[in-house]
């Protein structure tokens, strides 16, 4: 009588599986197989994973359980069983890995319906299963992430309702109690309150995200920012956008849910974001605690990083004061600023043409000129699909013409309203917006009772790039405006 081993078992059974794959029907054919292959099966020993995809082993937590239960000194099994092995992994690489760490500790994976030839053909048998398991992952993936793409053309909702909205029968509906508070925030914030203000007085409401947490500023931004507000629906084709909200790969359609926000504020909520996000760097320092009105703004030629304030009257390279810089760049206050000031009078009266950033805000002013090219593309859309619909005998010939010959006149229409839109815009005079705005800078500067941080203020709007090298002393500049 051949020896008992003793035997665990893995379970996974994903959202696409069908029944066959149930973790019942699963357990129920490994014991059975346990029990006629001389295998001690424990119930302690079977680790299961369930609505998870095999592509990424770290992913599910009873199959990492079972790897580290494994390689323990106890040894508690020699064999894992597995209905197939596309239940192990469905990643070549993954199984490779984990099955190489197993051997090493003595453990065995069986596949119970895929049986393995003796003798040298069986690596390549179980490789070829395995080829065949990732191909199969992969080739859904793509279906179903083809899939979520039509529906999201469609206009079809696929994500749970963001705040202000509840879902009812698969569509958005407004929620009489969270609605008003998204038009709250889009009100207050134009009025000249901060990010941190709204989340601060909501949170002191007592009022929490779906999801039962406290508010932030990155939680105002994403409901300011997020276009569900205006009748629209946001999908990324590559996953969470995490913030990216200027990713290309973003798709942008009518939703079938009513809007809370008037479009007219959303574009100028828009314009004031984008108006933050120019002025204000990525982790700046608050205006209203800068010891200069140039610390933040000027730059050090070699390295690129600020130059900030240094006792007593100093601007000093940070990397420098840090170690991180060979160059120290440092300069008296009082030098720097007159020679800022005396480079913007300059460029003030210049002839010469200034090197300017145009800043248009991304869903600001263009943001109807926007919506018109995503209904355009929807229409398109629209037309391609007929056509495989009637390719496809799915439509008559009569049908088809029919509704072909309406979209083509609602293409029409709304390649006209794009066209005259697009010539209706005025194009705007840069250099005469940009004199303005210096010469609005320099008064603030000059003046005898702007504060520190009305000065940076005026300063940071303007400037685009400032860095200043001292082998050289020289300071350069480049300007932005906003249009």
Request: hydrophobic share 35%; with cysteine; net charge positive.
């Amino acid at each position: 009588m051949a020896d008992i081993r003793i035997a665990a078992a893995y379970i996974r059974v994903s959202t696409d599986d069908q029944t066959e794959y149930s973790p019942a029907a699963q357990k129920r054919e490994l014991l059975a197989y346990a029990a006629t292959h001389n295998l001690l099966l424990d119930e302690r020993h079977i680790y299961a994973d369930e609505g998870i995809s095999g592509r990424r082993a770290e992913k599910r937590p009873a199959f990492m359980r079972m790897i580290a239960d494994a390689k323990s000194p106890d040894h508690p099994f020699d064999v894992i069983l597995v209905h197939k092995f596309d239940r192990f992994a469905r990643s070549r690489e993954d199984s490779i890995v984990y099955k190489s760490m197993l051997k090493r500790v003595g453990v065995e994976v069986v596949s119970i319906k895929e049986p393995l030839a003796e003798g040298n053909y069986s690596g390549v048998m179980e490789a070829i299963y395995e080829s065949f398991a990732e191909a199969y992952s992969i080739n859904l993936g793509q279906e179903v992430k083809k899939g979520m793409k039509e529906k999201a053309l469609r206009g079809e909702v696929q994500t749970a309702p963001p705040f202000g909205y509840r879902l009812d029968n698969h569509n958005f509906v407004p929620d009489e109690t969270e609605a008003p508070i998204v038009r709250e925030l889009f009100s207050r914030f134009l009025t000249g309150e901060s990010l941190f203000a709204l989340a601060k007085d909501l949170n002191t409401r007592g009022i929490t995200t779906h999801r039962g947490n406290r508010f932030e500023n990155r939680t105002i931004e994403y409901i300011l920012r997020n276009p569900v507000y205006i009748g629209k629906l946001r999908w990324n084709p590559t996953g969470r956008s995490r913030r990216n909200f200027d990713d290309p790969n973003i798709l942008t359609v009518d939703g079938k849910h009513n809007p809370i926000v008037d479009l007219d504020i959303y574009e100028q909520v828009q314009a004031r974001i984008a108006e933050q996000k120019a002025r204000w760097r990525y982790h700046a320092r608050p205006s209203y605690d800068r010891k200069h009105w140039l610390s933040g703004i000027v730059r050090c030629a070699a390295c690129g990083t600020t130059l900030i304030w240094s006792k007593p009257h100093y601007l000093k390279c940070n990397n420098y004061v840090r170690g991180r810089c060979r160059h120290s760049q440092h300069i008296a206050a009082e030098a720097i600023s007159e020679a800022f000031i005396k480079r913007l009078q300059g460029d003030l009266l210049s002839a010469q043409e200034l090197q300017c950033r145009l800043i248009r805000p991304k869903n600001g002013a263009e943001t109807k000129l926007q919506i018109m090219r995503r209904d355009l593309q929807r229409i398109e859309a629209k037309i391609t699909r007929l056509t495989d619909a009637y390719l496809n005998s799915a439509l008559h010939l009569e049908e088809y013409k029919n509704l072909k010959e309406a979209l083509d006149a609602e293409l029409t229409t709304a390649q006209n309203a794009l066209q005259a839109a697009e010539s209706a815009s005025p194009t705007p005079d840069t250099g005469k917006a940009l004199r303005s705005a210096i010469e609005t800078t320099l008064r603030t500067l000059v003046s005898s009772t702007a504060t520190t941080e009305e000065k940076y203020t005026a300063v940071s709007t303007i400037i685009d790039t400032c860095t200043f090298d001292k082998s050289t002393l020289t300071l350069t500049l480049s300007y932005r405006i906003s249009i």
